[in-house]
């Protein structure tokens, strides 16, 4: 496995090498093109695959963004070698292409970024501190239950540098998302602030 990923990454910048030479960029420049795309393969395949992606709009935009590079990449040696060949030449298009690349990865792994930082909008718990009318904060073990969702949540942003989120915190505790929500409600209440 080893050997063959080593050959595929030689033989596949090799290829973007040479396609960005031939479109133009300077020899000392060329080599930013191979780097620019398997750079986002990685990074977009990484927050797709790792557990720490939270947000499943970062998690689906990761995913068609890994598989947009993956095939970005096999467009550009593709090209490369009908060009060596002689079965394509080097047009206009090609050069605004290949020149578009870096720009449009920016922005993309930019707006990748952005949202790798923010939680699901379903996410979200509402501003308001009222508890529901049937919760009793007084239940047996809501005191213990309170406890361990205040541990969970520094915990959380210990690990991760933001807060838990609903869903991060039901799963945690095994409880409702009702439940959930009351807690985190309860956890990010500002200190001093009575219940009603």
Known sequence: MTVTACAAAVS????LHSLAAATGWPEALAPL????IDAYAMTA???WLSKATGSVAARRFARWNAIGAIGLSLVGNAAWHLIAAKVLTVTWPIV????AVPP??????SHLAVL?????????VPPSTDLPEHQD???????????AARAADEAH???HGKPITRDQLRKQLHVSTGRATELLRRVRQPTGEANP
Not at 137 to 147: K, N, R, S, V
């Open 12 to 15: 596949s910048f090799s290829g």
């Open 33 to 36: 093109l191979p780097f620019t």
């Open 45 to 47: 395949t990484r927050v």
């Open 157 to 159: 942003r210990v690990e």
């Open 96 to 99: 605004v292409l290949v020149g």
């Open 104 to 109: 449009a990865v920016l922005g993309l792994l």
């Open 137 to 147: 904060a007084a239940d047996a073990g809501e005191d213990d239950l309170l406890e």
């Open 116 to 124: 790798h930082g923010q939680d699901d909008e379903d996410e979200a």
